[in-house]
């Protein structure tokens, strides 16, 4: 069982657009929602998280957008560059010692 | 600060050889990981370490088994390798007590390939 639904698996957009990416969860239990960045060749690095107590939160030009009744959250990129290009995954977990859950990842490509 | 850092880089390995994948943090961090990325299907976690001396299973655990002896080591081994665990494997740590909670670091991978 799937416990973190990500979509689309794949997105093109020009430079300047807005890709949106989607994740959908369904233990209430979860409350906390990280996006992890990754390049060809490295490993994972987060890029922004969020708890379940607030809606949005933004650093710099990425926003996760956060609906709890809906249980899904979504990464918004700003103006997003070519140098945005990567595979992003979001992942959920319960607070504590319990390991991250992730989605299966969206390959993102930014052309110019 | 080198963070985590895995070993091989990359390996071929003939089925049914024994490997094991070493994992080294500097971090002083009191959980690690061992996550496998496959396309289309994500990472997947194997086996985690909430302290040194524990070990726990995770979604994909069948064919590998860790070990956590001090806090720095997490090695994985995969006992008689099959072509089913040709993968990028992703060691990881985490703070979970301090002000980076749930915050994971990645290693750079490891690429097995078993033929």
């Known amino acids: 069982q799937q416990q973190v639904k990500q979509s689309p698996q794949s997105l093109i957009v020009q430079k300047g657009g807005i890709p949106i990416i989607n994740c959908a969860y369904e233990n209430t239990a979860f409350d906390y929602f990280p996006w992890y960045q990754q390049f060809p060749g490295k490993g994972p690095a987060l890029l922004i998280a969020?708890?379940?107590?607030?809606s949005e939160k933004k650093e710099g030009r990425f926003t996760i957008s956060f609906n709890k009744s809906a249980k899904q959250f979504s990464l918004h990129i700003m103006d997003s560059q070519p140098g945005d290009s990567a595979t992003y995954f979001c992942a959920a977990s319960p607070l504590g010692n319990t390991p991250l859950v992730f989605g299966k990842g969206t390959r993102l490509s930014v052309i110019a | 600060i080198a963070g985590i850092t895995q070993a091989p880089t990359s390996q071929i390995l003939a089925a049914g050889r024994r490997m094991t994948l070493r994992c080294t943090q500097d971090?002083?961090?009191?959980?690690m990981y061992w996550y496998r990325q496959d396309l289309g299907l994500g990472l997947r976690l194997i086996h985690y370490s909430n302290t040194a001396g524990t070990t726990g299973k995770g979604e994909v655990p069948d064919g590998y088994s860790v070990s956590r002896a001090n806090t720095d080591d997490f090695p994985l081994t995969l006992a008689s390798a099959v072509p089913s665990q040709t993968s990028v494997y992703f060691c990881?740590?985490?703070?979970?007590?301090?002000?980076?909670?749930?915050?994971?670091?990645f290693g750079e991978g490891s690429r097995l390939t078993v033929l």
């Open positions: 990881a740590s985490s703070d979970t007590g301090g002000p980076k909670n749930g915050e994971l670091f």
């Open positions: 971090m002083r961090h009191n959980a």
């Open positions: 969020i708890r379940p107590d607030v």
